[in-house]
């Protein structure tokens, strides 16, 4: 049997790992994603106060910090039994909101954009960040650098540190917001609107208005049919910081919505001795493999998985461009995984209205942004719609308010079989009879990237491509051939 | 022009201090100009392989982030430190362990019993475990071993310089992409910061003679601004963390956990933490400062927040 490795920083660096195995004939027989990491949360947390824990988790991921600090201080907020006042809600939210936008702008200008703007078989020295200025100019990129860095010191404000931010406790936050710091925010938030608007355009010109991008975004080898899990608002709407999760069958229909408290009735987790990272898949439907379809249990995350969850968008702007994508790709849900990047660049539409209209609250720089717990801790869950996807924060405590138990779902967790699956499709539609086609890494790159996972080695690759090394072996495991890029 | 030759690696780590990095905005720029990468996972595609082909000493400085718990990660700090002139445990995971470090509570097969069987949402009922080589249908997959115990980089090579925070600010940042660029380094084995302590940089107002009765957690108060967080009975690490942070968790109303490390020449910073919280309890009699220390809920996980590793202890239970 043949063998192929992809290796995305080579196997010793390894943040993500995938190995191909073909058949007798040549084709592709199976494809696995390794998650060559773990670090074991879940133990070291047990035996530190529960109120710390916002502060520990952050460092889970550099990346996503702030998805987690916020799930973990919901989860201590109903583990003490305690309701934050409004100004603390909006507060988090308002944090909240550009976390994803620094994490989203990150993700499509650094990563995704190059791929579409300097076109999949561009020259692979060119296809990346800095050769984009050639093709958009510097302004452009500099623009990249001046909104993330907006999204940065918005979240500092509330959070103290952008990257591991300290200011969530139980019951609300640390501080308030000053009049002036909130004036400082709602100009940031106007431009980051802006870039919003601008991003949504060039994806137009750049992706849309090019049927070659279109066909590949909805060829057979970048779609699935799964079900969608995402978070929505009372009118099943797109939310990131509370509400119902919502699951989603692969026809587009409400398969079940339940309160995050009840996740452990919904969701299962699978462990396979050839990955550090667990499986998750709907205990209703049942693990049946790495298989889509209504009756496997497979579901995924992330934004286009969202925005099939839901009913709509609850802004304008995000709204008009939600239903011009459902349109344009043949009605909900889609299945295609490269829809992804648009669907990201809708919820930085959302997120940027969101974070505008919040920052213009009248009550958001109230005194009061804490109500101090008085009941005794036991138990808490906290959920929120991280960059990546849903994040399930669940802790218990003894009467102390020590933990004594951790259970944490990631958002890459949730698609790892997927991410497994497509990158086994996108490789069966690129290596046929043993043949290996050039383009065997890009399509792999892709498939992968357009999940951003978050675990794997594509988040943790901000800045530039994900690199990627394949090595051919025949079925005595003799490498006889290998394609880089360099 | 021949640049100088930079490396920069993640090891046992969230991503944040290459997020830390790229948060500079001009500064990383310029340090893409004045040096060639030579390996930067994050930002640029170069290969092990082409780490392995340079030469002994043919990389002038190495950022290593992270800390090292797996074969791979060991076995990249040794060949970083072959290739490396200058070899920087860049943040604290490096430095002392970090926030990965309070792995050290526990060991491989109470992490793995924890994670893969005893987790609610896991069924396992064959008690599978992630294994280092395992034989699928196809053929065989691997993964790289997992170690019992977090080590920080200098508990396994020769580390140069020291640049503490989780991660560093970008103040510090810049400061120590300046002293690269110039070449004007402090004496080997510095720690790149402050010589004091966050108390020295700390705005909140301090009262010398204050003594506390009771120690509180954050759950049951919220603190008045502007005091001194430990006169105010809130265990804050200040006294026994290295400055160079301006103080960022106490400015807003929270306490500091130490992620600099300890002050200069002190050795452990949950002992010199222990001997500051002593000299301000209110009392003389024996029995009553033991129930006042035993409000301190967690000291372990509290004063040894980021660099269990490198205290005395290490870790909690032999293996």
């Given at each position: 049997?043949?063998?192929?490795?992809?290796?995305?920083?080579?196997?010793?660096?390894?943040?993500?790992?995938?190995?191909?195995?073909?058949?007798?004939?040549?084709?592709?027989?199976?494809?696995?994603?390794?998650?060559?990491?773990?670090?074991?949360?879940?133990?070291?947390?047990?035996?530190?106060?529960?109120?710390?824990?916002?502060?520990?988790?952050?460092?889970?991921?550099?990346?996503?910090?702030?998805?987690?600090?916020?799930?973990?201080?919901?989860?201590?907020?109903?583990?003490?039994?305690?309701?934050?006042?409004?100004?603390?809600?909006?507060?988090?939210?308002?944090?909240?909101?550009?976390?994803?936008?620094?994490?989203?702008?990150?993700?499509?200008?650094?990563?995704?954009?190059?791929?579409?703007?300097?076109?999949?078989?561009?020259?692979?020295?060119?296809?990346?960040?800095?050769?984009?200025?050639?093709?958009?100019?510097?302004?452009?990129?500099?623009?990249?650098?001046?909104?993330?860095?907006?999204?940065?010191?918005?979240?500092?404000?509330?959070?103290?540190?952008?990257?591991?931010?300290?200011?969530?406790?139980?019951?609300?936050?640390s501080k308030s917001?000053s009049?002036?710091?909130?004036?400082?925010?709602?100009?940031?938030?106007?431009?980051?609107?802006?870039?919003?608007?601008?991003?949504?355009?060039?994806?137009?010109?750049?992706?849309?208005?090019?049927?070659?991008?279109?066909?590949?975004?909805?060829?057979?080898?970048?779609?699935?049919?799964?079900?969608?899990?995402?978070?929505?608002?009372?009118?099943?709407?797109?939310?990131?910081?509370?509400?119902?999760?919502?699951?989603?069958?692969?026809?587009?229909?409400?398969?079940?919505?339940?309160?995050?408290?009840?996740?452990?009735?919904?969701?299962?987790?699978?462990?396979?001795?050839?990955?550090?990272?667990?499986?998750?898949?709907?205990?209703?439907?049942?693990?049946?493999?790495?298989?889509?379809?209504?009756?496997?249990?497979?579901?995924?995350?992330?934004?286009?998985?969202?925005?099939?969850?839901?009913?709509?968008?609850?802004?304008?702007?995000?709204?008009?461009?939600?239903?011009?994508?459902?349109?344009?790709?043949?009605?909900?849900?889609?299945?295609?995984?490269?829809?992804?990047?648009?669907?990201?660049?809708?919820?930085?539409?959302?997120?940027?209205?969101?974070?505008?209209?919040?920052?213009?609250?009248?009550?958001?720089?109230?005194d009061?942004?804490r109500?101090?717990?008085?009941?005794?801790?036991?138990?808490?869950?906290?959920?929120?719609?991280?960059?990546?996807?849903?994040?399930?924060?669940?802790?218990?405590?003894?009467?102390?308010?020590?933990?004594?138990?951790?259970?944490?779902?990631?958002?890459?967790?949730?698609?790892?079989?997927?991410?497994?699956?497509?990158?086994?499709?996108?490789?069966?539609?690129?290596?046929?009879?043993?043949?290996?086609?050039?383009?065997?890494?890009?399509?792999?790159?892709?498939?992968?990237?357009?999940?951003?996972?978050?675990?794997?080695?594509?988040?943790?690759?901000?800045?530039?491509?994900?690199?990627?090394?394949?090595?051919?072996?025949?079925?005595?495991?003799?490498?006889?051939?290998?394609?880089?890029?360099? | 022009?021949?640049?100088?030759?930079?490396?920069?690696?993640?090891?046992?780590?969230?991503?944040?201090?290459?997020?830390?990095?790229?948060?500079?905005?001009?500064?990383?720029?310029?340090?893409?100009?004045?040096?060639?990468?030579?390996?930067?996972?994050?930002?640029?595609?170069?290969?092990?392989?082409?780490?392995?082909?340079?030469?002994?000493?043919?990389?002038?400085?190495?950022?290593?982030?992270?800390?090292?718990?797996?074969?791979?990660?060991?076995?990249?700090?040794?060949?970083?430190?072959?290739?490396?002139?200058?070899?920087?445990?860049?943040?604290?995971?490096?430095?002392?362990?970090?926030?990965?470090?309070?792995?050290?509570?526990?060991?491989?097969?109470?992490?793995?019993?924890?994670?893969?069987?005893?987790?609610?949402?896991?069924?396992?009922?064959?008690?599978?475990?992630?294994?280092?080589?395992?034989?699928?249908?196809?053929?065989?997959?691997?993964?790289?071993?997992?170690?019992?115990?977090?080590?920080?980089?200098?508990?396994?090579?020769?580390?140069?310089?020291?640049?503490?925070?989780?991660?560093?600010?970008?103040?510090?940042?810049?400061?120590?992409?300046?002293?690269?660029?110039?070449?004007?380094?402090?004496?080997?084995?510095?720690?790149?910061?402050?010589?004091?302590?966050v108390c020295?940089e700390c705005p909140r107002e301090r009262d010398e003679?204050k003594?506390?009765?009771?120690?509180?957690?954050?759950?049951?108060v919220t603190p008045d601004p502007k005091k001194c967080l430990l006169d105010q009975g809130i265990?804050c690490?200040g006294?026994?963390?290295?400055?160079?942070?301006?103080a960022?968790c106490p400015s807003v109303n929270m306490p500091c956990?130490?992620?600099?490390?300890?002050?200069?020449?002190?050795?452990?910073?949950?002992?010199?933490?222990?001997?500051?919280?002593?000299?301000?309890?209110?009392?003389?009699?024996?029995?009553?400062?033991?129930?006042?220390?035993?409000?301190?809920?967690?000291?372990?996980?509290?004063?040894?927040?980021?660099?269990?590793?490198?205290?005395?202890?290490?870790?909690?239970?032999?293996?």
């Amino acid at each position: 049997m043949k063998r192929i490795t992809i290796d995305p920083i080579t196997r010793l660096e390894g943040h993500g790992k995938i190995e191909i195995f073909l058949d007798r004939k040549g084709d592709v027989a199976n494809a696995y994603l390794q998650i060559p990491e773990l670090r074991g949360f879940e133990k070291f947390c047990e035996g530190r106060p529960a109120e710390e824990l916002p502060r520990i988790v952050p460092r889970i991921c550099g990346v996503c910090p702030g998805a987690h600090h916020i799930a973990s201080s919901k989860c201590v907020d109903d583990l003490y039994h305690v309701d934050p006042p409004p100004a603390a809600k909006k507060l988090r939210e308002l944090f909240y909101c550009a976390h994803v936008v620094h994490s989203h702008i990150a993700h499509f200008y650094l990563l995704a954009a190059p791929d579409f703007v300097m076109g999949p078989a561009a020259d692979p020295a060119e296809r990346n960040v800095l050769g984009m200025i050639s093709k958009v100019g510097i302004e452009v990129v500099k623009d990249v650098m001046k909104y993330r860095g907006f999204a940065q010191d918005i979240q500092a404000v509330i959070g103290g540190k952008a990257t591991h931010p300290v200011s969530g406790l139980p019951g609300g936050l640390s501080k308030s917001l000053s009049e002036e710091e909130r004036r400082d925010i709602e100009e940031k938030a106007a431009g980051c609107l802006e870039f919003a608007k601008f991003s949504v355009k060039l994806f137009h010109d750049v992706v849309l208005g090019e049927k070659k991008y279109v066909d590949l975004i909805t060829s057979k080898s970048y779609s699935m049919r799964t079900y969608y899990m995402g978070m929505v608002d009372e009118d099943n709407r797109v939310a990131f910081y509370d509400g119902q999760v919502r699951v989603v069958n692969p026809d587009g229909e409400e398969f079940v919505k339940f309160d995050g408290r009840d996740y452990l009735d919904h969701i299962e987790e699978r462990v396979e001795p050839w990955t550090y990272l667990k499986f998750p898949y709907l205990k209703a439907v049942g693990w049946k493999g790495f298989v889509d379809g209504a009756d496997s249990g497979v579901y995924r995350v992330a934004p286009l998985a969202r925005l099939n969850a839901a009913d709509g968008m609850a802004t304008p702007l995000a709204q008009e461009e939600y239903e011009r994508m459902f349109d344009t790709l043949g009605g909900k849900p889609v299945h295609a995984t490269l829809a992804n990047h648009w669907a990201r660049l809708i919820e930085i539409l959302y997120l940027s209205e969101r974070l505008l209209d919040l920052s213009r609250d009248p009550h958001i720089t109230a005194d009061d942004v804490r109500t101090i717990p008085t009941e005794t801790p036991t138990e808490g869950t906290g959920v929120v719609e991280a960059p990546r996807g849903t994040l399930f924060h669940h802790y218990r405590t003894d009467e102390q308010g020590l933990i004594t138990d951790v259970n944490l779902i990631v958002a890459t967790g949730n698609n790892h079989a997927a991410i497994c699956m497509s990158v086994r499709d996108a490789a069966r539609g690129a290596i046929k009879r043993g043949k290996v086609s050039e383009g065997l890494l890009n399509m792999v790159e892709m498939a992968f990237r357009a999940y951003d996972p978050c675990m794997a080695c594509a988040t943790h690759s901000l800045p530039g491509r994900m690199p990627l090394v394949a090595g051919v072996y025949d079925w005595r495991g003799n490498l006889i051939r290998k394609l880089t890029r360099e | 022009m021949n640049k100088r030759k930079l490396a920069i690696y993640w090891a046992a780590t969230c991503g944040g201090c290459d997020i830390a990095i790229l948060d500079t905005q001009t500064k990383v720029v310029e340090i893409a100009d004045a040096f060639e990468l030579v390996l930067w996972p994050i930002a640029a595609d170069f290969k092990y392989k082409d780490v392995e082909r340079l030469a002994q000493g043919s990389i002038d400085v190495c950022l290593f982030n992270g800390a090292v718990r797996s074969d791979e990660q060991e076995e990249l700090a040794h060949m970083l430190r072959d290739r490396s002139n200058v070899l920087v445990a860049f943040g604290s995971c490096a430095c002392f362990g970090g926030i990965p470090g309070l792995g050290n509570v526990s060991d491989k097969a109470g992490i793995f019993a924890k994670v893969y069987s005893d987790t609610l949402s896991t069924v396992n009922n064959n008690g599978i475990r992630p294994k280092t080589k395992v034989k699928v249908s196809e053929g065989e997959l691997t993964l790289p071993g997992f170690h019992d115990t977090v080590r920080s980089l200098d508990q396994v090579v020769e580390t140069d310089y020291y640049v503490p925070g989780c991660p560093p600010p970008v103040s510090l940042i810049n400061k120590v992409a300046d002293a690269l660029i110039t070449g004007e380094l402090p004496p080997a084995g510095s720690v790149i910061a402050s010589d004091k302590t966050v108390c020295d940089e700390c705005p909140r107002e301090r009262d010398e003679n204050k003594k506390v009765k009771e120690f509180k957690g954050l759950s049951e108060v919220t603190p008045d601004p502007k005091k001194c967080l430990l006169d105010q009975g809130i265990i804050c690490c200040g006294p026994a963390t290295r400055a160079g942070c301006e103080a960022t968790c106490p400015s807003v109303n929270m306490p500091c956990r130490g992620c600099f490390g300890p002050p200069a020449g002190i050795l452990d910073q949950g002992a010199k933490l222990l001997s500051a919280i002593s000299s301000i309890i209110d009392s003389k009699e024996e029995q009553e400062i033991e129930r006042i220390v035993e409000q301190i809920r967690d000291p372990l996980g509290t004063f040894y927040r980021f660099g269990l590793p490198k205290s005395l202890f290490r870790r909690t239970m032999s293996t």
